[in-house]
């Protein structure tokens, strides 16, 4: 059973448009959770977020964490083309030495003009 | 962008053949994964190392070894290269092996014929 569950799975919307990604995770010791977007390669570090109902902003992108409730939104606004990309969602479970990062399998995002 | 580097970009082998795979970085960063990513499965962790020659295992390492000789350099083999190998493999870093952001290098793209 996945422990990070990222809705929905790919979105089609026009340029302009303001889109809300999910991720819903159940994990035991949840330490982060981790907002990455992927283009054709690497996937690049959004935002990361430890406390719950601090909004973490940049630009036109926002994501907030729900610890109660166990999920997190990433928000974008006035989409543009250049944000079609991969969007995931990864929690950290790590302790010590012991490294533990599970990501969901991602929301593909395409922003048509 | 962190400064890591992943050779080859792009391999094709045959079945059965040893393949290394090499990730350099230049942030003397601790912390060292090495990720695959397929379709349907999102990013999975293979190995990954906390120190000079101190690595541990992740969620699918079965047909995987690693090396970590020197700060800087991660070695991931497959010993005997089979097709269900193929696969997109990442390279990342922290510096801390929890409530850090890890960076991804470029990946290396492998075909298993």
Same mark, same amino acid.
């Given at each position: 059973e996945d422990k990070v569950v990222q809705s929905p799975l790919s979105l089609v919307v026009h340029e302009g448009d303001t889109v809300t990604l999910n991720c819903s995770y159940e994990v035991t010791n949840f330490r982060s959770l981790l907002w990455y977007k992927q283009e054709k390669k690497a996937p690049t570090f959004l935002f990361m977020l430890t406390s719950s109902g601090i909004e973490k902003k940049s630009g036109r992108l926002s994501s907030i964490l729900d610890k109660k409730e166990l999920f997190s939104i990433l928000n974008i606004t006035?989409?543009?083309?250049?944000?079609?990309a991969i969007y995931l969602c990864a929690v950290d479970e790590s302790g010590g030495s012991n490294y533990k990062l599970t990501f969901g399998k991602g929301t593909l995002l395409t922003v048509n003009p | 962008d962190a400064g890591i580097t992943q050779s080859p970009r792009h391999k094709v082998t045959e079945t059965g053949t040893p393949v290394t795979l090499r990730c350099h970085q230049t942030?003397?960063?601790?912390y060292m994964y090495w990720y695959r990513q397929d379709p349907g499965h999102g990013l999975r962790l293979i190995h990954y190392s906390y120190g000079v020659k101190d690595t541990d295992k992740g969620?699918? %390492?079965? #047909?995987y070894s690693v090396s970590r000789s020197k700060t800087e350099d991660f070695l991931l083999t497959l010993e005997s290269a089979t097709s269900s190998q193929t696969s997109v493999y990442f390279c990342a870093i922290s %510096?801390? #092996?929890?409530g850090n952001t890890i960076y991804f290098g470029e990946g290396s793209w492998l075909t298993v014929v």
């Open positions: 006035a989409t543009q083309t250049g944000d079609s | 942030e003397n960063h601790r969620e699918v %390492s079965d #047909g %510096s801390s #092996g929890s």
